[in-house]
Nanobody, 116 residues
Framework: QVRLVESGGGLVQPGGSLRLSCTAS????????MTWFRQTPGRLRELVAA????????NYMDSVRGRFTISRDNDKNTVDLEMNSLKPEDTAVYYC?????????WGKGTLVTVSS
């Protein structure tokens, strides 16, 4: 079955950096676009970044563009999110996700807290 496991969250000071990683299994990784979402209490889950199957094209939400970088390794079945210049408003649970044949799958999420 499809499995997505996130890691790398934690507490970081404003201006700091974190790197999230998602390890995928249960599907043909190099044929699927991958995404990172985030969610804070009381708010809808929002798309943070996306990357195509080959990694040639990436997209970002406006508030993270220029600070976050999504990348993937199709040999290791991983997709990473490098987050720099973190702000308190980046605090959220971050989820790795994939859409396969109209079904969206989610990891359990990893908490990122940006606070001094």
């Amino acid at each position: 079955q499809v499995r997505l496991v996130e890691s790398g969250g934690g507490l970081v000071q404003p201006g700091g950096s974190l790197r999230l990683s998602c390890t995928a299994s249960g599907f043909t990784f190099n044929t699927a676009a991958m995404t990172w979402f985030r969610q804070t209490p009381g708010r809808l889950r929002e798309l943070v970044a996306a990357i195509t199957e080959t990694g040639d094209t990436t997209n970002y939400m406006d508030s993270v563009r220029g600070r976050f970088t999504i990348s993937r390794d199709n040999d290791k079945n991983t997709v990473d999110l490098e987050m720099n210049s973190l702000k308190p408003e980046d605090t959220a649970v971050y989820y790795c996700s994939v859409l396969l044949r109209s079904n969206r799958y989610w990891g359990k999420g990893t908490l990122v807290t940006v606070s001094s």
